[in-house]
């Protein structure tokens, strides 16, 4: 079955990549006392060192964030408070409780409907429909992903924020990764900056391309006299887009999308800039007579497990205002 077929429609899936049922069971994230604790064993290989190393290297915790758990949170081995300076033996338990986090200043939980597809203690991933802010702005301060998932941490009891590692225009739809926690939230910054977090869209473009796979690299910028609209422009930063062509109407194309920078608007100035808007987005050229938005949703989430580190896809079928135009 070609690729484009199996996410033009049907559900929402989960591709993942285990480790050893063992270690699924000895290690992850527990919630005790609406506190996040992470739990890890100790391997012949850790016997001898401080726990302090074992944290950097093991647990992936930043300096900072080692500050923070000694703190505001707490150390445990084998049930037993510790601090930094213990000496690890094998089969040690180690539990590493993360410390309460207050709400985000501004951010006002709200009973917003969201579409939670993918949930675990570390994260969340949510299907966000067009017409719908991912984070408030000065004007809309109300009704946002992010109102609605602090709503939702709070009444499940977490003494937890809401962190939205990645963001879509309001009309854009398509999966978005929450974090539950600053401290997954950073786990996930990283990733992104190592290449083991990335998206990809789906965009459904006016006309035919002449090259049906390619790479866009032209820098954006804001555009002069407009404080929303970007434009490509000499003294602008480097984006960089790369396309594919999956299927092709008489009047659209459906172009699979994947960034390798993230500037704002970057895939509609992009192609806009190549003479091709995306359907429904009349601030750079697109026609609104089919679509009310612009024709773009990002379908697929590729990630790295925040604890176990185990490769994870996420897929979401295209909305039906699209499906329409094709």
């Known amino acids: 079955m070609p690729d484009f077929v199996r996410f033009l429609s049907g559900a929402a899936s989960v591709n993942r990549s285990l480790g050893t049922e063992e270690q699924m069971l000895n290690e992850g994230i527990h919630i005790i006392h609406h506190q996040f604790v992470l739990v890890k064993r100790a391997d012949r290989e850790d016997a001898g060192q401080l726990l302090r190393e074992f944290l950097k290297e093991r647990a992936g915790l930043s300096r900072a964030a080692i500050t923070a758990v000694k703190k505001d949170g707490d150390l445990l081995v084998n049930g037993n408070h510790v601090t930094v300076r213990y000496s690890l033996e094998e089969d040690d338990e180690i539990q590493i409780v993360f410390p309460k986090e207050t709400e985000s200043p501004g951010l006002i939980p709200e009973p917003v409907p969201l579409d939670i597809i993918y949930e675990e203690p570390a994260f969340l991933v949510v299907n966000k429909p067009a017409d719908l802010q991912t984070v408030p702005s000065r004007q809309d301060w109300r009704k946002a992903v992010a109102n609605g998932i602090l709503f939702y941490l709070k009444k499940s009891g977490l003494a937890s924020t809401a962190h939205m590692v990645t963001r879509l225009d309001r009309d854009t739809s398509g999966l978005v990764l929450v974090a539950k926690h600053g401290f997954f939230h950073e786990s996930f910054t990283r990733m ?19 090259d049906k796979e390619g790479t866009i690299d032209a820098p954006i910028g804001r555009k002069d006299g407009s404080i929303i609209e970007r434009c490509v422009r000499e003294d602008g930063q480097r984006a960089v887009t790369r396309y594919k062509v999956l299927k092709e109407t008489a009047d659209y194309s459906v172009v699979s999308v994947r960034l390798e920078t993230g500037r704002t608007h970057q895939i509609r100035v992009h192609f806009s800039y190549l003479g091709h808007p995306l359907a429904g987005d009349d601030l750079y050229g697109g026609k609104r007579e089919l679509i009310g938005r612009q024709a773009l949703h990002c379908y697929r989430l590729r990630l790295h497990h925040p604890i176990t580190m185990e490769t994870m896809t996420l897929t979401v079928p295209m909305p039906e205002d699209m499906l329409k135009l094709i």
Do not use: D, F, V, W
């Not at 083991?196 to 869209?201: A, P």
């Open 192 to 210: 992104r900056m190592n290449g083991q977090l990335s998206r990809e869209y789906i965009a459904i473009i006016h006309g035919h391309l002449s």
